[in-house]
């Protein structure tokens, strides 16, 4: 079977997709997320349309949502800077493929994509913050360029115990 790929925004009335895969992501990597599922299953179901709705160019942030043949299988948020000074840098705000389908290339897509997106609304450098355990997403941010700048030490708490994470940063 051909394997349709799309990245885009969910519609609205999908907004329990966001949610669920969402709620999915911080169970299976919960160092890798400063939300926990708590936080997510509480939040209101006119929270969740307003994600489904927000724009980068209007919003200052957005979803985007990776689906395999009208599957979603992960998910990127990105953001720009509010003030007009600090317009032109972007974020990676977290990202996330299901494991199953990880290894066959389409975080790079995903992350492809959102560097293609903030790009188009004018910011020349993107910026995150990684837990230094987290090797394949280091490495896939190194693949596309991100330096490490430094550590935040201590930056996650999860359960009592406390995480690094690295800041990286790429110029497009
Ligand atoms: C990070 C993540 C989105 C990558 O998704 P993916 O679809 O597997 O991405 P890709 O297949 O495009 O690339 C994965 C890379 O990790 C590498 N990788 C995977 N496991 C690895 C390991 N144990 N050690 C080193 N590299 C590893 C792969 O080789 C690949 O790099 P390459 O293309 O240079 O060979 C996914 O692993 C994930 O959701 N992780 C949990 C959440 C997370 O850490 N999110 C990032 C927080 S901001």
């Not at 394997?3 to 925004?9: F, M, R």
């Not at 997510?40 to 349309?49: P, Q, V």
């Not at 317009?87 to 290894?103: E, L």
């Amino acid at each position: 079977m051909t394997e349709h790929i799309s990245i885009s925004n969910l519609p609205l009335e999908r907004w329990e997709e966001l949610k669920q895969m969402r709620i999915q992501g911080v169970k299976a990597e919960h160092l890798s997320f400063a939300r926990t599922a708590e936080e997510l299953e509480s939040d209101t179901e006119e929270n969740w349309r307003k994600r489904c709705a927000w724009r980068i160019g209007l919003d200052h942030k957005e979803w985007l949502v990776i689906e395999l043949n009208g599957k979603p299988i992960g998910y990127v948020m990105i953001s720009v800077g509010e003030p007009m000074k600090l317009r032109h840098v972007g974020y990676i705000n977290g990202m996330y493929i299901s494991a199953d389908y990880r290894n066959r290339g389409l975080g790079g897509k995903l992350l492809g994509e959102a560097l293609r997106r903030l790009k188009e609304n004018n910011v020349i450098k993107v910026r995150l913050e990684v837990i230094v355990e987290s090797v394949p997403a280091v490495t896939l941010y190194k693949r596309f360029g991100f330096e490490v700048l430094g550590t935040f030490r201590k930056e996650i708490n999860s359960d009592g115990s406390y995480y690094d994470e690295f800041v990286m940063e790429k110029f497009l």
